[in-house]
């Protein structure tokens, strides 16, 4: 048993009043037993929370992991998207090898950890024949060594991008039986749907717009459903996606994804920031979630996604930070505080709350990954927590510290990090990570990569 005391507040990720809540938290096999005014029992193992806050465990619900080695790359830093992609992912895909998929995913897996990030999925799209390693079982190592709870969204295309340019090797492709085979065999080495599971599977082609032919689409949607995986992918992140369709099918994206089945309470889609009315409509009453990524948005230039709008219809929106390569800061609290400022300055005061962006980041994020017992703190959910030290000058003069690592954003000052009653992060430190080894490994990568 674990009794964590002295904390100046908690914020508990559920709805209404019930967000706030103080006094001691006691862990009992990895879960919450009970919340309040709790004195020690013998043999408990004590935390002292004191000068901190505790947050649920952070979700961050859309991720491209490779990309932590393709950061501030020059010839892209002031593209927009479609020139983006072709400056660096599309640029760089081919050199990414086995080290340096390890190095990268080593990278954003710890930069999400600090960050207090318990729950992280991670759409990876490129799987090309000529790999002699399996970018899945890279990736499910990694996690399993920093011991943070990982989906794996396994992504590709059927039909391969074109662009004007025959300097770039196109990005793999292969055929939908080959996809939905690999995917199988994915889910029946790492999916795990128990309540308590550190690894799940995801289908994930990349953007069914572009990278489905039309039939394909409900036998992806079809073998998901008989696997028991959910599904992901991007969605009208810029208007080329929307013209795209209206131009191919005569409608909008999210309109034509529901005329085949490619919506729904197991789906869930990152950016949706080209979305109208009627679209935002049909996302909330098919219980379809958005992966929000601000920071990526913003960086892109790609605008802001209603993300409000669809949360007062009772839709779910989750918060996430997207590549490394469009979001060089890829951690949560910046995440949140991007949320928070970049939604009030274009739609005013009132439109999103701390309290709003804390439960898309945690219990909503929970939600779409379908993790029902994880990102609230109550008795009964997992222990999955993240305690934050507001002993930094940034902190200093507030009022109500339960909003200080959100409003005061800055780099996380990060206590302690439970991840189903198991610290993980202890003192703002790792266990067991040598940093300065990770920096140079980070540090050949890239120079192998830029020669």
Not at 50 to 67: A, D, E, K, N, R
Not at 72 to 96: C, E, M, N
Not at 218 to 234: L, N, Q, T, Y
């Amino acid at each position: 048993m674990t009794l964590i005391r002295g904390a100046l507040g908690i914020f508990t990720g559920l709805p209404g009043c019930s967000m706030r809540a103080a006094g001691s938290i006691r862990i009992v096999d990895g879960r919450i037993a009970a919340i309040g005014a709790l004195e020690r029992e013998p043999g408990e193992r004590v935390i002292d929370a004191t000068g901190c806050v505790i947050y649920p465990g952070l979700v961050s619900t859309h991720h491209h992991l490779f990309q932590c080695v393709l950061k501030g790359v020059r010839t892209g830093i002031d593209a927009p998207l479609l020139a983006w992609l072709q400056a660096v992912p599309f640029s760089y895909w081919h050199k990414i090898d086995e080290q340096a998929l390890r190095t990268a995913a080593r990278i954003g897996l710890v930069e999400l950890l600090l960050s207090g990030t318990t729950t992280a999925a991670d759409h990876h799209y490129l799987f090309a024949e000529s790999y002699r390693f399996d970018p899945a079982d890279v990736i499910f190592e990694v996690a399993a060594e920093l011991g943070i709870r990982l989906v794996f969204c396994r992504g590709g295309a059927t039909k391969a991008r074109k662009f004007d340019t025959p300097d770039l090797i196109p990005t793999p492709s292969e055929p939908l039986d080959r996809m939905i085979k690999s995917v199988e065999a994915c889910a029946q080495r790492y999916h795990d749907p128990s309540p308590a599971s550190m690894r799940r599977v995801a289908i994930a082609p990349t953007t069914a717009p572009w990278s489905l032919e039309v039939d394909e689409l409900k036998v992806v949607a079809d073998s998901a459903r008989r696997m028991g995986v959910r599904i992901h992918g991007h969605l009208s992140e810029t208007m080329a996606d929307v013209d795209f369709c209206l131009a191919a099918y005569g409608k909008r994206p999210v309109q034509w994804m529901a005329d085949h089945d490619y919506l729904g309470p197991d789906v869930w889609l990152a950016h949706l920031v080209h979305v109208d009315g009627e679209e935002i409509r049909i996302l909330a009453e098919t219980g379809t979630g958005m992966s929000h990524c601000p920071q990526s948005n913003c960086r892109l230039g790609s605008g802001i996604a209603p993300a409000e709008r669809l949360a007062a219809l009772g839709g779910t929106v989750s918060l996430a930070v997207d590549g490394a390569a469009s979001n060089e800061s890829a951690d949560m609290i910046s995440e949140m505080n991007s949320a928070w400022h970049t939604h009030r300055a274009t739609k005013g005061a009132a439109a999103v709350s701390i309290e709003d962006v804390v439960r898309w980041a945690s219990a909503n994020g929970a939600r779409v990954l379908g993790f029902d017992d994880a990102g609230v703190i109550a008795p009964g959910k997992l222990a999955d927590l993240a305690i934050f030290d507001l002993s930094h000058p940034r902190y200093f003069g507030l009022h109500d510290p339960l909003i200080g690592p959100v409003a005061s954003a800055g780099s996380a000052h990060l206590r302690h990090l439970i991840i189903g009653g198991r610290t993980v992060v202890e003192d703002g430190e790792i266990p067991g990570l040598d940093l300065a080894k990770l920096r140079r490994d980070a540090t050949d990568v890239v120079a192998r990569l830029a020669a």
